[in-house]
């Protein structure tokens, strides 16, 4: 079934949302507060409009992928006036605990159907419809998007209740942190000790120790190559609200600590925009 979704923010992850549901044949309608970041959209057939309230008018679904809560909740002041009777708010930005809920009360005063549903994936499979999409909220309302969210990704998890869904990408990026601060040790590691770091890389590759992953990051290190899927900025933004979650949930918090010094000693040495592999600059004894 076709349906009409508006998408909120077409930066790296939204442009490819946007384009894997024109390419199911659904009508989308973009916007971004830098217009100029939505308009190559429209060469794949999107309509790129001004304002939020005018992609979201007539809309079946709203996406948002914003970068952070606040964002969110200005983007959304503006456009949920517009929203029809039947539209449903999916709200699939990384917001932590508080931000989700509240966005969830942002809909609730609005008296706009909400689902919290964050994505797992980066700017690849963004593109290629290939992320995971932790829905929660009211099964009926999945139920009435599912074709849409079938275009975003490749499959979708039911959670449970809004909220459950952005509590479970905290801890699916608390370990995504993990791994490629993992990585970025181990690569800086064997630099400093005189080796190759691509022999770490083919030692663990196929073994039980190894991941797509942590070769894909291990690759972009040892090349130099941080064109971003994954910026480091957005990797700090969002360890931080997973020590936020882990503070009031009582979870030992000293790795995340550690992940998120690292990460902010590459964003403060200006590589906040790269991609997070350029996190390998915090662990050299050398920065570079």
Same mark, same amino acid.
């Given at each position: 079934?076709?349906?009409?979704?508006?998408?909120?923010?077409?930066?790296?992850?939204?442009?490819?949302?946007?384009?894997?549901?024109?390419?199911?044949?659904?009508?989308?309608?973009?916007?971004?507060?830098?217009?100029?970041?939505?308009?190559? @959209?429209?060469? &794949?057939?999107?309509?790129?409009?001004?304002? =939020?309230?005018?992609?979201?008018?007539?809309?079946?679904?709203?996406?948002?992928? @914003?970068?952070?809560?606040?964002?969110?909740?200005?983007?959304?002041?503006? =456009?949920?006036?517009?929203?029809?009777?039947?539209?449903?708010?999916?709200?699939?930005?990384?917001?932590?605990?508080?931000?989700?809920?509240? @966005?969830?009360?942002?809909?609730?005063?609005?008296?706009?159907?909400?689902?919290?549903?964050?994505?797992?994936?980066?700017?690849?499979?963004?593109?290629?419809?290939?992320?995971?999409?932790?829905?929660?909220?009211?099964?009926?309302?999945?139920?009435?998007?599912?074709?849409?969210?079938?275009?975003?990704?490749?499959?979708?998890?039911?959670?449970? &209740?809004?909220?459950?869904?952005?509590?479970?990408?905290?801890?699916?990026? =608390?370990?995504?942190?993990?791994?490629?601060?993992?990585?970025?040790?181990?690569?800086?590691?064997?630099? &400093? #000790?005189?080796?190759?770091?691509?022999?770490?890389?083919?030692?663990?590759?196929?073994?039980?120790?190894?991941?797509?992953?942590?070769?894909?990051?291990?690759?972009?290190?040892?090349?130099?190559?941080?064109?971003?899927?994954?910026?480091?900025?957005?990797?700090?933004?969002?360890?931080? #609200?997973? #020590?936020?979650?882990? $503070?009031?949930?009582?979870?030992?918090?000293?790795?995340?600590?550690?992940?998120?010094?690292?990460?902010?000693?590459?964003?403060?040495?200006?590589?906040?925009?790269?991609?997070?592999?350029?996190?390998? $600059?915090?662990?050299?004894?050398?920065?570079?």
């Amino acid at each position: 079934m076709s349906m009409t979704v508006a998408v909120l923010g077409t930066g790296l992850m939204g442009s490819g949302m946007a384009r894997s549901l024109l390419r199911e044949g659904h009508t989308v309608r973009a916007w971004n507060r830098t217009r100029d970041k939505a308009d190559p @959209l429209a060469d &794949d057939g999107a309509t790129v409009v001004d304002t =939020a309230a005018e992609a979201v008018d007539g809309a079946d679904a709203v996406i948002t992928m @914003l970068f952070d809560a606040d964002a969110v909740a200005a983007t959304m002041s503006d =456009a949920l006036p517009h929203f029809g009777g039947d539209t449903v708010w999916v709200q699939t930005s990384t917001v932590g605990v508080d931000g989700i809920e509240k @966005l969830a009360r942002q809909a609730s005063d609005a008296g706009v159907a909400f689902l919290d549903a964050p994505v797992v994936g980066t700017k690849g499979p963004a593109e290629q419809g290939n992320l995971v999409v932790l829905a929660s909220g009211e099964k009926d309302l999945v139920e009435r998007v599912q074709p849409a969210l079938d275009a975003i990704g490749q499959k979708t998890v039911h959670a449970g &209740d809004v909220g459950t869904g952005s509590r479970l990408k905290l801890v699916v990026n =608390a370990w995504l942190s993990t791994v490629v601060g993992g990585v970025a040790q181990s690569i800086a590691l064997a630099g &400093d #000790l005189g080796l190759d770091p691509q022999l770490f890389l083919d030692t663990i590759d196929g073994q039980a120790l190894d991941s797509p992953y942590a070769q894909l990051k291990g690759k972009g290190m040892v090349e130099g190559d941080f064109e971003p899927s994954f910026a480091v900025d957005g990797v700090l933004k969002d360890t931080h #609200l997973i #020590l936020d979650a882990a $503070h009031s949930s009582g979870t030992f918090t000293g790795l995340l600590a550690m992940l998120a010094d690292r990460l902010s000693t590459a964003d403060r040495a200006g590589h906040g925009a790269e991609d997070t592999a350029a996190v390998v $600059h915090a662990y050299r004894a050398h920065r570079d």
